[in-house]
């Protein structure tokens, strides 16, 4: 239940940005779901109902090449999401829902489209899950001819974006670009963590004894490793600390009282497990 249900979360999420947001302002999303608005502004043919007409036989091939296994969580985030879109729906219908429309100010609806749809979708990959459609195609070319699945995916969009050109105003599709770009970033951000930190790297001759230090004054793991340096070709240490960003300079003034000289590497680290952070 732990993943089950973050990833109907994320489904709701998700099947909300796209009644709320992306239909009523005509914008466009990529993948299966792209078609399913495509459906809906041609023929009225509700999400829901083509959500579910358009996954069931893509995954029923999906669980026939790729194997139950794989197909567990993308079962649960394709019923989900035709739940909460045959929901929301039915709120926006009777009138409990009332969808952000404008006709001037799309950028805001584009930005928080992107917000939304890219919240929903990285709890959704954060936990193992998808909500079906050109995902599941991309993982079967990728198993049998060993195509790149974000290639396919990036062609599939194109296509189905391009195909919204005979449906809806072009200046809507450069929307929907920026709505994909925020959409994009959101993901990346919810799946490699909300929490930053600062990994150092800290090669110097002293390294035993600022690691030491680190330990007892920040109260930090250090982990030592061997190394040689390529141009002395002598045997030294380097040793590693992963630190909140309220630590860093405390950390740089351990490391230059012991070595002014030291070689300092500082990498930015996006989700951090374990003990002194967030607990595993």
Known sequence: MKTVLPIILGAAVYAFGLLYFIIPNQLMEGGVTGVTVLLNYAFAIPPALSTLILNIPLFLLGLKILGGRQMIYTGVGIGALTFFLWLFEKGINRGWITPFKTEHDYILASLYAGVTLGAGLGIVFRFGGTTGGSDIVARICNRKFGWSMGQIILGIDIVIIG?????????????????????????????EGAYAAKAFTIISDHAPAIADKITAEMDRGVTLIPAIGAYSKQAKHMAYCVVARHEIRRLNEIVKSIDPRAFVIINDVHDVLGEGFKET
């Not at 195909?163 to 799946?191: C, G």
Request: charged residues 15%; proline residues 3%; hydrophobic residues 60%.
């Open 163 to 191: 195909a919204s050109l005979f449906f809806i105003p072009r200046e809507r599709i450069l929307y929907t670009l920026v709505a994909v770009f925020i959409s994009s970033k959101v993901i990346d951000f919810i799946q």
